[in-house]
């Protein structure tokens, strides 16, 4: 949650009126905790109030994650100009099957929405293949330092457009 929120600061979303941020939480469920919204200190607020559950239906998150973006999308005078992200964030449990999350990302996908994943713990195996493409996927321990030096590479990549991929290395030998 800390290397989330502080995610969120380095948005600046106060200097980027256009920018928006929404939070979707699963576990056997998904959630939408904030939809779309300028106001970093809400974001921050709903960041607050989800805790680890037990379950990973990625897919329902996924597809809820979707249903926000959507729902954004309408109250956009061009939606054409819009660059979408979606910032998978799981534990990577490794006995949950990814044939449906597998489909829900390519739907995802298929829509231009970039989906960028963080793999917290030992396996990465599924959220790797939702992501975009390798450079996409990301696999950390659930460290704070590096979690923070992370989402300071993402959030420095989203705020260059001209930027066509974006790599971050974690550490030698690691993604």
């Known amino acids: 949650q800390l290397a989330l929120k502080d995610f969120v600061r380095g948005l600046r979303l106060a200097d980027h009126p256009d920018t928006r941020v929404g939070v979707v939480t699963f576990s056997s469920v998904a959630n939408t905790l904030c939809k779309l919204t ?3 200190g ?12 037990g379950g990973t ?5 996924l597809v809820e994650g979707q249903k926000v973006l959507t729902a954004g999308r ?11 992200f979606m910032v998978l964030v ?3 449990d490794a006995s949950i099957p990814c044939v449906y999350a597998d489909a829900a990302a390519a739907n995802l996908r298929s829509q231009g929405i970039i989906v960028l994943t963080v793999a917290l713990g030992a396996d990465a195996v599924c959220l790797g293949g939702l992501a975009l493409g390798p450079a996409w996927s990301y696999h950390t321990k659930d460290d704070l330092a590096r979690l923070q030096g992370l989402f300071g590479g993402i959030t420095t990549a989203f705020a260059d457009p001209q930027r066509p991929m974006l790599a971050i290395r974690l550490k030698s030998g690691g993604r």
């Open 38 to 40: 300028n106001e970093a």
């Open 42 to 53: 809400r974001v921050i607020a709903c960041l607050g109030h989800f805790t680890a559950n």
């Open 57 to 61: 239906a990625i897919d329902r998150g």
């Open 74 to 84: 309408a109250a956009v005078v061009s939606p054409a100009r819009i660059r979408e």
């Open 90 to 92: 799981s534990d990577a």
